[in-house]
């Protein structure tokens, strides 16, 4: 298998006058979990939004798989947004045969269990809920994908550290083999234990991109204390 | 994937708009109610005394209710229709929207095809609702009125019996008019809100209605012209009918034909305008998507 899970070539993206990303050049493989850390504003969102088709580049190509950004692309990219995408007059099992209906390779047992060990209320509705209990839903849908490519934008800003252990492990268990999830947060040092490789951020331009081993092996560093020399205000 | 999308479109709308159409049937039941109420103690056939004034002020005042009852709520269909549209493209919900794996040309397609399906829905209703208030509402001495039905099922007869034929193509236009103008209209605001949520950061919403007042005027301008050109002709045909000395039933037959070139134009500039608008929306929700 040759096949990059994501390809993006020379990828620029304009708001107005502001370069949100300038010439981006990424080839990620399939079976990693890569963290994709930079500072606020650095274009870790346009970047995702980008790769799940939210948005269409000024410039260069994006590659999922071999799919442009299109319905094939969106049928095996996961994506989890850094807000509440879901309606709020749906419950918690409208959304999950919301997401069985259109998602062919969701789950449905996998993530009635999820939500039971979370000990989210099934037949709630949505608006119900608080903040962390809706980014649990969420994140259960996404995770209970076999997507190719997971796109995880902030996962874990808004639950509580017990809920934290357990969506990380979810993502660690739900890794198989062909699946490469990219997971954009700034709570480095809460992720980095599950993380296989970065990428670094910043004004739009891929910084570094390398594996976590060789920053352990080579610096002796972790990627927490690399990004804050790296970032330095 | 489309039968999926309209599927859960439909259901989405139906939660808010089902409700609705059984207030309008049950606020036509009340108002019927309370109106056939005034017309029999208006007659004198039906109880009097003190206090019964007041209960008729009371009944009056209902029935006026009702009726507003009624209109707004079928106003407020349509505004929760756009506000469905309004939700699932252009606020957060547009992130799950947006990102499932379909085309854009489907997700616009549900959405149009389960707007069209509600307007009828909501038109049927509303028929539905005057006839409960002819039938039971209108008359003082009896519990059914059937006397508009008498009038208006001689009224077809006759005019059937004088043109025939004649009103066929007629009938089968106003009806494809119809459809063709819900269309239109539905496809009118969903680009003006369209282009409302690409164009604005702020005020979505605000520069959707903005824009379809600018859809209005160009609209409004190119249509102006095209009739403005049909006219001359129209104008001299019309003329020339004036010389032959027809006869009624006649007179209706060659003003119907005289009328066809100005009846197609009319359907066929709905049905262009809408492909435009249906193109224009689905190009700009491909490429130009600007979700906050």
């Known amino acids: 298998m040759n096949q990059k899970t994501l390809e993006c070539t020379e990828v620029s993206k304009n708001f107005g ?188 331009q891929v910084v570094s991109y390398a594996s976590t081993d060789s920053l352990r092996e080579d610096l002796g560093k972790s990627i927490d204390t690399y990004f804050r020399e790296v970032f330095r205000c | 994937m489309l039968g999926k999308l309209i599927k859960h479109d439909f259901k989405s709308l139906s939660r808010m708009l089902v409700p609705m159409q059984v207030i309008i049937l049950g606020a036509t039941i009340i108002a019927t109610a309370m109106f056939s109420f005034n017309l029999r103690s208006d007659s004198g056939s039906l109880l009097t005394g003190t206090g019964f004034d007041l209960l008729r002020i009371i009944s009056a005042f209902m029935s ?94 006759d005019t059937n019996n004088m043109f025939g034929n004649a009103l066929v193509l007629p009938i089968i236009e106003f009806v494809l008019m119809v459809f063709a103008s819900i269309t239109y209209t539905i496809l009118h605001i969903y680009l003006a809100l369209i282009i409302g949520g690409a164009v604005a950061r702020k005020h979505k919403l605000a520069a959707g209605i903005g824009f379809y007042f600018v859809i209005n005027i160009i609209v409004g301008i190119l249509s102006t012209v095209l009739q403005f050109m049909m006219m001359p002709r129209l104008a001299a045909n019309l003329s020339l009918m004036d010389g032959q000395n027809l006869e009624g039933g006649q007179i209706l037959t060659s003003l119907i034909s005289q009328m066809q070139p100005y009846v197609l134009l009319s359907l066929g500039m709905s049905i262009v305008f809408s492909v435009v608008f249906f193109m224009a929306s689905n190009y700009l929700i491909k490429n130009k998507l600007n979700l906050d």
Not at chain 1, 116 to 138: D, F, I
Request: glycine share 6%; aromatic share 10%.
């Open chain 2, 64 to 157: 006026v209710l009702m009726l507003l009852a009624i209109i707004a709520a079928s106003i407020l269909v349509a505004v929760v229709i756009f506000y469905r549209f309004y939700k699932s493209f252009m606020s957060d919900e547009g992130y799950l929207t947006f990102t499932l794996p379909v085309k854009s040309s489907e997700l616009l397609w549900s959405k149009l095809i389960c707007a069209i399906i509600w307007s009828l829905i909501s038109g049927i209703v509303i028929f539905l609702s005057l006839n409960i208030f002819i039938l039971f509402g209108t008359s003082s001495t009896s519990f059914v009125n059937l006397e508009f039905y008498k009038v208006t099922a001689k009224f077809i007869s």
């Open chain 1, 17 to 204: 006058s502001i370069a949100a990303l300038h010439n981006v050049n990424l080839s990620l493989p399939e079976g990693k979990i890569i963290g994709l850390l930079g500072p606020n504003g650095s274009g870790k969102t346009t970047l995702i939004k980008l790769i799940c088709g939210l948005l269409t580049p000024c410039e260069g190509s994006i590659s999922i798989c071999g799919h442009e950004p299109g319905p094939e692309s969106k049928a095996i990219v996961s994506y989890l947004p850094e807000r509440s995408y879901l309606p709020d007059w749906m419950t918690v099992l409208d959304c999950l045969d919301f997401f069985r209906d259109f998602y062919e390779d969701f789950d449905y047992e996998k993530a009635v269990g999820m939500l039971e060990n979370l000990k989210v209320p099934a037949k709630a509705r949505m608006k119900t809920l608080s903040k962390g209990t809706k980014e649990k839903v969420q994140l259960v849908l996404v995770m209970s994908r076999r997507a190719r490519l997971y796109l995880l934008d902030e996962p874990i800003g808004g639950v509580d550290p017990a809920a934290r252990d357990y969506i990380l492990n979810t993502i660690l268990r739900n890794y198989d083999e062909n699946a490469t999830v990219l997971i954009s947060t700034h709570l480095i040092a809460d992720i980095e234990m599950v993380l296989d490789e970065f990428i670094f951020l910043q004004n739009g």
